[in-house]
């Protein structure tokens, strides 16, 4: 055989042992993100299953945004020089109630408007 014929087998196959390598590193990778994928698929579903709908909450912020609706058109009215009333706006929610009662912090600035804590068990 040829000195050529020999150094391109040689050559084609150092790059085919290159190549199967290189293929089995990848797969070696992709089982490792598959499983880490696993745990994180476990640990999303044990989430679902904890989480609760909050009726109570989208209440309060329906309240809310009826509220801020309320004081909007009052707004535009003062802006637009007209004197209609402002609609009646629905009842403040016990969070917001519980928001303005509650002390600023020694940062001088307010404390947002946010619901109670969820306890969970576990």
């Known amino acids: 055989?040829?000195?050529?014929?020999?150094?391109?087998?040689?050559?084609?196959?150092?790059?085919?042992?290159?190549?199967?390598?290189?293929?089995?590193?990848?797969?070696?990778?992709?089982?490792?993100?598959?499983?880490?994928?696993?745990?994180?698929?476990?640990?999303?579903?044990?989430?679902?299953?904890?989480?609760?709908?909050?009726p109570g909450v989208v209440g309060s912020i329906a309240r809310d945004v009826g509220a801020i609706q309320g004081a909007l058109h009052g707004l535009i009215a003062l802006a637009t020089g007209g004197a209609a009333p402002a609609p009646a706006a629905p009842a403040p929610s016990r969070s917001s109630a519980r928001a303005a009662a509650a002390p600023a912090p020694s940062s001088g600035r307010s404390r947002p408007n946010l619901p109670p804590p969820v306890h969970r068990r576990h």
């Open 1 to 54: 055989m040829a000195p050529a014929a020999v150094g391109t087998l040689v050559v084609t196959a150092v790059l085919v042992a290159g190549l199967a390598i290189y293929l089995i590193m990848i797969a070696s990778n992709l089982a490792k993100i598959s499983s880490a994928l696993d745990v994180v698929l476990g640990a999303v579903t044990g989430i679902a299953g904890q989480v609760k709908p909050a």
